[in-house]
């Protein structure tokens, strides 16, 4: 699984926001999952941000390319899947509402990737105005007609509970933290302030193991599915429909789509190394 | 006193960055005090952010205008000074350093006006991230040979002392609040987090009360003396010398002046309304 995240983890630079991946191996229960991050250092930093999205759609683009690429060779068994699954959008919080960046990058994304808005940094907000600020940004975000990723509805009565209380809770709030605490002869993952620790894992600080739960257990699937079965046939159908319609290599063909397509970027990809079972580690988060 | 802040208090527009002032008369033991306060809401909120310092540049300009146009009038006892005497820059709390932005518009500035940089939302960093993020950011402000408010240098030993307890915290990092809480049978002011209170006039948490001391107790006279010794007779002397170099009128100077002068914005005024003693507040504080 590859994620886009529009966090800035590194230190900025006058550049336009380049992608920079890592991968991570998740271990659970003799399952593993292989997931890869994208990052978008210095997304957003520059005096002028126009076009500053333009690498991170070359970066979806070309991993639907090589799909492409692959799923037209004789021998389709060995089959890599590093297409974007998800994008992680992390808004700042400012308190106020979204800013003509958010709306634009969203905007030039949403309709080739599964976004999900997140509250970056929420420990600088109280509760009473992260309500207030997540109220504002569905609002925004309603009146701009982003589509963010739709979670799914089913016939089963538990899922939707579930699916209802993460809806209710959009966008999710989120603290980071790379740093243990012993809180109350607890081990904790948290931020440790003079008036206090934010633990990132306890529900009443942020929405973290919400994010974490719907990312690699819940609804890992569906965020594939939807990956494979919308935004990759759009993207296969117009590129097709180029080829076809022009009669033109498919090199040329791609420098025309890239010029007249209007969606965005954002990334999510899910590599799945089969374990020595032979099972789909999906099946068991 | 005028002061110029870069936070943005209201929500986001698509428009650049205008100047919004609001007054607040404070008074303390007899002695008030009229603070001005320029507020720049949707500073950098855009995509592209090229010129958006230039209706804070606008501003102390006038400011500067107005003041020379009374100066020149017969009766100069009634003189109102609305010059900005300081800017607070506010820098997002990223712990990376200084964005592009930031060290345009503190460059842009600094011929200007007094330059005092600060750290936003600081409740957002634990006090090692905040320490290192300080070091860079000092760091980098000197790379960049940005000119901010030089605290004045004394032979009085105590008022030393207390300016280099100032400069080692450079830049401040505040914390803002409306609310007032009860902590420990205390009503401070504050922010109130499910991990605890973070107080705005602790100097454990933030460094907010240096600044308030700083600002309205002691260096208000030196950021008055260096905006009117500096930064005006520096906009004065550039002023006369186009009229009389180019012997035009000074609505027509002041045209070319603006396009000339790659100076910059923030601000920060001091208005004396004399109280009834007709002593010198500033003295008392």
Known sequence: MTVVSSANFRSFTDES?????????IKEGGVQLLLTIVDTPGFGDAVDNSNCWQPIIDHIDSKFEDYLN???????????DSRIHCCLYFIAPSGHGLKPLDIEFMKRLHEKVNVIPLIAKADTLTPE?????????MR???????????????????????VKK???????????????????????????????????E?????????????????????LKDVTNNVHYENYRSRKLAAVTYNGVDN???????????????????????VGESGVNPAASF
């Open 17 to 25: 926001a380049e992608v920079e991946q890592s991968k991570v191996l």
């Open 166 to 200: 993460i809806k209710d809770k959009l966008p999710l709030a989120v603290v980071g933290s790379n740093t243990i605490i012993e809180v109350n002869s607890k081990r904790v993952r948290g931020r440790q302030y003079p008036w206090g620790v934010a633990e990132v």
């Open 202 to 222: 306890n529900s009443d600080h942020c929405d973290f193991t919400i994010l974490r739960d719907m990312l690699i257990r819940t609804h890992m699937q569906d």
């Open 251 to 273: 090199n040329k063909a791609k420098g025309q789509l890239s010029t007249n397509m209007d969606t965005v970027e954002g990334i999510f990809s899910w590599n799945w190394p």
């Open 70 to 80: 692959s799923e037209s060779r004789v021998n389709r068994r060995q089959m890599p």
């Open 140 to 162: 925004e975000i309603q009146e701009h007609k982003i589509k963010i990723y739709e979670f799914p509805e089913t016939d089963d009565e538990e899922e939707n509970r579930l």
């Open 129 to 137: 105005e992260c309500q207030q600020f997540k109220k504002q940004i």
